[in-house]
């Protein structure tokens, strides 16, 4: 691994810690009856925040599985390798995005499919 490629690494580690810690700032509560409230109102705004809430949370459990699965290919030497084709994936890319898994071209003709 050079140094480039233990920069990434740190990056994404620290990826992985943001998006523990925004996880867990995250608090879902799940009313087992909605609706019983003494407002409609209040019902309406306590479903539509635990709607978003939960959005969010799926949101960052995806961006935290796409973080570990990198910091994985760093364990098997396969990091920066585009899962597809196997060419390298360019460091402008990898730097933009640490977590991509595939090269521009993969990645565009993913996109048209």
Same mark, same amino acid.
């Given at each position: 691994? !050079?140094?480039?490629?233990?920069?990434?690494?740190?990056? /994404?580690?620290?990826?992985?810690?943001?998006?523990?810690? !925004?996880?867990?700032?995250? *608090? *879902?509560?799940?009313?087992?009856?909605?609706?019983?409230?003494?407002?409609? +109102?209040?019902?309406?705004?306590? *479903?539509?925040?635990?709607?978003?809430?939960?959005?969010?949370?799926?949101?960052?459990?995806? /961006?935290?599985?796409? *973080?570990?699965?990198?910091?994985?290919?760093?364990?098997?030497?396969?990091?920066? /390798?585009?899962?597809?084709?196997?060419?390298?994936?360019?460091? +402008?890319? /990898?730097?933009?995005?640490?977590?991509?898994?595939?090269?521009?071209?993969?990645?565009?003709?993913?996109?048209?499919?």
């Amino acid at each position: 691994m !050079d140094r480039a490629d233990g920069s990434f690494r740190k990056r /994404l580690e620290e990826e992985r810690e943001r998006l523990i810690a !925004d996880m867990e700032r995250l *608090v *879902v509560t799940e009313q087992d009856n909605p609706g019983y409230s003494t407002h409609i +109102a209040d019902d309406a705004t306590e *479903v539509l925040e635990n709607t978003k809430s939960h959005a969010l949370r799926q949101n960052l459990q995806r /961006l935290l599985g796409q *973080v570990n699965d990198a910091l994985a290919k760093f364990d098997k030497g396969t990091y920066g /390798l585009c899962e597809d084709c196997g060419s390298r994936i360019d460091r +402008a890319r /990898l730097k933009a995005l640490p977590s991509a898994t595939l090269c521009i071209q993969c990645q565009k003709q993913r996109e048209r499919s």
